[in-house]
Structures are given as C-alpha cells and as structure tokens.
C-alpha cells in the first residue's frame, strides 16, 4: 500500500516555506496594497498608507532565560518590530501584544516582561493597544504585532535596487552574535556552579548589542532629512549576506560588496578572534544586528557622505554577474546566506 511522501519543513527552510503556503494567495481587498514578502504589509487608507508585520518569540529557540533578564526581553521584543516598519521608511505607531505563559512564571515576572516593552514604546512614540493572554505547555511565548505608517511616496521595498546603485549599511555588524556567544559561551562554562559569576568585564557593549538592541529611527529621520530616497532597503536580522541575497533577487539584480568596507567594531573584533572566530564572517552572517541596509542612486553619494553611521560597502550590479563578496586582495567569492535559519 503507497503512502503519501512528506516534506521535511527543513528542506525548504523559513523562505521556501512560506512561498509554498502562501503562493497561490490572491488579495481580495483594494485596500491591500502590498500582501506577503517584505518587512512589512502595506494597506492604502487614503492619504497614508499602514504598515503592518508580526513577530513570533519562543523560549528556547529565540531566547534563553537563563542570561535573558525579562526587562531586555521585552524591550527586544518590542524593538525588533519597530525595526521592520522603519526598514519600510516608515514610523511605527502601535503594538498589540499576546503572550503565552507556564506555570512556572508569577505575575512579577509579567510585570518585568511589560516594563520593557513599556519603556521601548515610550522611547520610540509608539502606543501599547491591546493583545491576548493564554496558558503555555511550553514555556514563555511572545507575539507582537506592530503597526505603522508612511506616505505612499515614501514606502520603500525590497525589489527596487536598479544596476550601479549603491549598497549601504548602518552602524556596525556581528557585534550581536558575538554577544550570543559570549552569553552562551557562561552559561556553559558555569553550569551547575551557582555561585560563580560570569566574566562580563569589558564585554558591555557587545552584551547590549545582544540583549538591548535598537532600531534605527535617527537612519531614518536623517534619511528624511537629507533628501534621500532608497531604492531598497530591509533590516539586518538574519545577517548581512540574507538581507542583500533578499533585495538582489526580488530586484533581479547582481552585487559586489567589499570585505573591508564591511563596518567593525574594535570590541567585536577583540572578541571574534579571542574565540578563535573570524570577524568578516560573524559580521555577514551572525544577524540580530538590527541595523540598516538599503541601496540608493549614484546620484545620492554626495548627500550620504556627511550622514552619520552610514557606510557604503559596495554596489548593485547586472544580475548575470551574479553575487559576491570581494576579498582584501581583489578575490571574489560567492555570496552565501549562512546566518539564522529558523527550521534548519
């Protein structure tokens, strides 16, 4: 007797999995401007058009309570949503959030988990509207969705890098995975010895790009300001490498970008190579970095010169030239995305 083959979710991975789900989706409403497949969806109210995206967090595959205080991760929670709206050149405006919860958590706790998402809304403008509670099984659940607004003209997606354009990044990269593994590297190494305590001496600012990150809204406002418009434009959550491979093949494009145009920083550095690791590529692939990358016109090279914490690290090509990472010496290899695979 034949039985049905089934496919492993692993095999396609998050991306090829939700393009076998939702491939077939047709928008029934006129108000859904822009459905599945960005940072954000885009509903047209009029004048201005929403943003919305959504963000699953599950204890033990996004968070580990043994070094994560409730307070940070509330506060991640919340800003990594924001992230995404402002990855669409927009303003984040409110969050609803649901949370499912064991036994083995008091309402102090809650409390802790909600002065984070507090303190990030009251940071960030944005308004706390509503959500849902439910028993766990399985430990601590968080759900946020967040919700956002933009002119029609200032919405930027992933599809628009155009040949010759240039690639940017904002602040620094693989500061927050090595963060992780810093955090994890304790955990290990003190397990089962409660009264140890780990060595976090000098190791501030990578912890905080881990625990405490923020998104990017001066970028943004400093964007405005200049009068720059992206062509393309996602945050780095899953590394660098993901995002771009992303903008380049939704915008049927090629690159370069440049090993040692990648920005650094000194402590992450120390760190990478104190752990035997090395530091191009933890910034490539590491992610949680929830910084900027977005491309721009030729054109805008004289106004991006003077904007703060950007970087141009290389440059949009024909899509036959494929994508590649150009080593210190000129050699060229290929892009490859590495970082966090949800299913992998």
Not at 16 to 24: N, P, Q, V
Not at 110 to 116: D, F, K
Not at 246 to 264: N, T
Request: aromatic share 6%; net charge negative.
């Amino acid at each position: 007797m034949s039985t049905m083959s089934r496919t492993e979710i692993s095999a396609l991975g998050e991306f090829g999995l939700i393009h076998r789900l939702t491939k077939d989706i047709q928008p029934q409403q006129p108000s859904t401007e822009k459905g599945i497949g960005d940072d954000a969806a885009v509903m047209n109210h009029g004048d201005k058009r929403s943003l919305v995206t959504t963000d699953l967090l599950l204890e033990g595959i996004h968070f580990n309570l043994e070094y994560v205080p409730l307070k940070h991760l509330g506060y991640k929670a919340a800003v990594v949503n924001f992230s995404d709206i402002y990855a669409m050149n927009g303003k984040p405006t409110q969050i609803v959030v649901s949370l499912g919860i064991s036994k083995r958590f008091a309402v102090e706790d809650l409390e802790a988990l909600y002065s984070g998402i507090r303190l990030a809304c009251e940071k960030y403008g944005v308004d706390l509207v509503g959500g849902d509670t439910c028993a766990s099984m399985t430990g601590l659940t968080i759900s946020i969705t967040c919700i956002g607004e933009a002119k029609k003209e200032d919405i930027v997606y992933r599809n628009g890098a155009k040949e010759n354009d240039l690639i940017c990044v904002t602040g620094n990269l693989g500061a927050a995975y090595l963060g992780l593994q810093l955090l994890e590297r304790e955990r290990i190494a003190l397990r089962g010895n409660e009264n140890a305590t780990p060595n976090f001496e000098g190791k501030e600012y990578l912890l905080e790009r881990q625990l405490k990150p923020e998104a990017r809204k001066d970028i943004i406002e400093q964007l405005h300001k200049a009068g720059i418009h992206p062509t393309a434009m996602m945050d780095i959550s899953d590394g660098l490498s993901s995002e771009l491979m992303h903008i380049c093949r939704q915008s049927g494009v090629g690159c370069a970008v440049y090993e040692d145009k990648i920005p650094i920083n000194y402590e992450a550095a120390v760190q990478a190579e104190e752990m035997n690791l090395n530091i191009v590529t933890c910034a490539l692939n590491g992610g949680e970095d929830y910084e900027l990358i977005f491309t721009c016109s030729i054109s805008d090279y004289e106004k991006l010169i003077p904007l703060d914490d950007v970087y141009i690290v290389g440059h949009i090509l024909k899509p036959e030239a494929g994508m590649k990472l150009v080593g210190r010496n000129g050699e060229e290899l290929a892009l490859k995305a590495q970082g966090w695979q949800a299913f992998a």
